[in-house]
T-cell receptor, first 114, second 113 residues
């Protein structure tokens, strides 16, 4: 069974631009979560989707948004990029909506904002 | 507010020596506890989890952790480390109340030859 895939793996943008990251969960998984990982802040939860509905949201500004499609694939968008948005963005999928289940992580998208 | 503290940002250990990575959390509600490992240039992989029942949890790669409710701790241990254990280890807490997950800032495990 294929794992979680994220595209692109690397991305370079400039301040003020917007970016869209994509995540394809493991087949059959309906829950997708997004995290931002930086050396200073560690891993921070962005949001979680289940069956195309946002279930949970972390403490990020409105420039960060996401969505989930009917095939469970998810995208996250960051508008008006800032230097501080440079990070590794990780996507994780799980079978259902309860927090008891294991999350499977993708390799991440490394975003660099210049 | 809920939080997760990993007391050591880096831990150097000689190969075949035992190791303990510490994790403390604060929460006013019941929690689920996890340890994840991140190898260089990879995503996170679940090592083990505590949901309920026995407070000693065994995971993959010979790791185990013990949940101590009175001390709000969930320390990770391995009796004998290998060079392949070089990685960053994250403790995570998921709140029963709202399912939000909070990660610690990670502990880098350096295995010395």
């Amino acid at each position: 069974k294929a794992g979680v895939t994220q595209t692109p793996r690397y991305l370079i943008k400039t301040r003020g631009q917007q970016v869209t990251l994509s995540c394809s969960p493991i087949s059959g998984h309906r829950s997708v979560s997004w995290y931002q990982q930086t050396p200073g802040q560690g891993l921070q939860f962005l949001f979680e989707y289940f069956s195309e509905t946002q279930r949970n949201k972390g403490n990020f500004p409105g420039r960060f948004s996401g969505r989930q499609f009917s095939n469970s694939r998810s995208e996250m968008n960051v508008s008006t990029l800032e230097l501080g948005d440079s990070a590794l963005y990780l996507c994780a999928s799980s079978l259902g909506r309860r927090g008891l289940e294991e999350q499977f992580f993708g390799p991440g998208t490394r975003l660099t904002v210049l | 507010a809920q939080s997760v503290t990993q007391l050591d940002s880096q831990v150097p250990v000689f190969e075949e020596a035992p190791v303990e990575l510490r994790c403390n959390y604060s929460s006013s509600v019941s929690v689920y506890l996890f340890w994840y490992v991140q190898y260089p240039n990879q995503g996170l992989q679940l090592l083990l989890k505590y949901l309920s029942g026995s407070t000693l949890v065994k995971g993959i790669n010979g790791f185990e952790a013990e949940f101590n409710k009175s001390q709000t701790s969930f320390h990770l241990r391995k009796p004998s480390v290998h060079i392949s254990d070089t990685a960053e280890y994250f403790c995570a807490v998921r709140m029963n109340r709202d399912d939000k997950i909070i990660f610690g800032k990670g502990t880098r495990l350096h295995i010395l030859p």
